[in-house]
Nanobody
């Protein structure tokens, strides 16, 4: 299986910065994309940012220009630098990875998708 570990998050005042990290480990063959979704109380989960192995990025409209996602392909890690944080950025941030991994009994790697445990980000006024 693929295990995801998130670090970072916490409490910050509006206008401040935080950095999230996400590491994938396990029987990974390759990772197509890593990224984060977030969920605020009473709201649906929404895309924050994602990055492919080739470095292509995609951001949610509300974070464009403020957040930057990066990736360490050699170590299956991703990072989310969050600047100019706003109160509405508050929520639980979930990292994810999707790609190919080895399964017991299969000679070929197959698709996987895994999520981290979530990191609380709270932005205060």
């Amino acid at each position: 299986q693929v295990h995801m570990v998130e670090t970072g998050g916490g409490l910050v005042q509006a206008g401040g910065s935080l950095r999230l990290s996400c590491a994938a480990s396990g029987s990974i063959f390759s990772i197509r994309a890593m990224g984060w979704y977030r969920q605020a109380p009473g709201k649906e989960r929404e895309l924050v940012a994602e990055i492919t192995g080739g470095g292509s990025t995609n951001y949610g409209d509300s974070v464009k220009g403020r957040f930057t996602i990066s990736r360490d392909n050699d170590n299956d890690k991703a990072y989310l630098q969050m600047n100019s944080l706003k109160i509405e950025d508050t929520g639980v941030y979930y990292c994810y990875a999707e790609g190919l991994r080895y399964y017991s009994g299969s000679s070929l790697p197959l698709d996987f998708g895994s999520w981290g445990q979530g990191a609380q980000v709270t932005v205060s006024s």
